[in-house]
């Protein structure tokens, strides 16, 4: 079983920046995706930055330029560092991990981190 822990969450000024980890206990297939979402009050959850196991990252048009997802293979944990924050970066940010395996895949989640950006 998989379990993830995020941290790194906080409060932050308009412009400043945090980095979330989201560290991994638990055997991975080689093949897995691994995605951080945030959810804002009263709005649905999206998608923010994807990393693949081959490398390929995406990231949502809101973030692109000043989120950056990474990964520490030795340490069994992904990062999202964020800068130039705004207030509209607001939510609970969480972790996502979908591995694939012959025939079936398995999601595993953390349990959120808050991150509020406000002066």
């Known amino acids: 079983q998989v379990q993830l822990v995020e941290s790194g969450g906080g409060l932050v000024q308009p412009g400043g920046s945090l980095r979330l980890s989201c560290a991994a206990s638990?055997?991975?297939?080689?093949?897995?995706?691994i995605d951080w979402y945030r959810q804002a009050p009263g709005k649905q959850r999206e998608l923010v930055a994807r990393i693949s196991s081959g490398g390929t990252t995406n990231y949502a048009d809101s973030v692109k330029g000043r989120f950056t997802i990474s990964r520490d293979n030795a340490k069994n944990t992904v990062y999202l560092s964020m800068n130039s924050l705004k207030p509209e970066d607001t939510a609970v940010y969480y972790c996502n991990v979908r591995e694939f395996l012959i025939g079936i895949s398995n999601d595993y989640w953390g349990q959120g981190t808050q991150v509020t950006v406000s002066s």
């Open positions: 638990g055997s991975i297939s080689s093949i897995y995706i």
